[in-house]
């Protein structure tokens, strides 16, 4: 989880569990438009800034205030909390240090995605493919499914979303053809 930095870089947050696209996407986006009342500083701060050392996944908790329908279509009724790797154990007994990444890093972390959060949305990166992707709207309905493929997130393409849940279309869904057969599911724990 990050923020972008002067330029076209990034600095935040180590994720362990840093999570597909279908999973931290609805997240991300119903926190920014539910608890944190679209407020791009603030859900920054609980994400990146409010951390000491890092997270170790992201939970459902990020839903509190959004509408029990919603947070039911996106969870299937499955709740865990997000949980930080603050309780750590060094093998020579010093305190833990903050996890940062930056655009730098992230390779040598061997992530897999990274979510940089922007003020216009958030840049969705495929770690494996680029170090750049595109943008995914703040105002996309959460309940978009979202292709997990790396290759997908390509940083010269729209954000691939498959299709919306729901029967009426989202509020500014990427207009791109379906990129995954099957039928979308709402975002599960990974």
Known sequence: MARP?????YSGIHVQL????????PLLLTAYQ???GRDVEAISRHLIDDVAVGWHELGTDLLDGAPSTLVAAL???????SRTLDHLITPDGSPPVRMTVTDETADEQDMQWGYVLHQ????VISLLHEDIGPLVDWATDPRTAFNDHPGAWSSL?????IRATH??????????PPAKAGA?????RR
């Open 5 to 9: 930095t002067d330029g076209t870089g």
């Open 18 to 25: 840093d999570g597909v696209p279908s999973h931290h996407l």
């Open 34 to 36: 539910h608890k944190f």
């Open 75 to 81: 969870t299937g009724g499955e709740h865990w909390p």
């Open 120 to 123: 216009q949305g958030i840049e």
């Open 157 to 161: 393409a729209p954000a691939p979303a």
């Open 167 to 176: 029967s009426t279309p989202p509020q500014s869904a990427p207009a791109v």
């Open 184 to 188: 979308p599911r709402p975002a599960t």
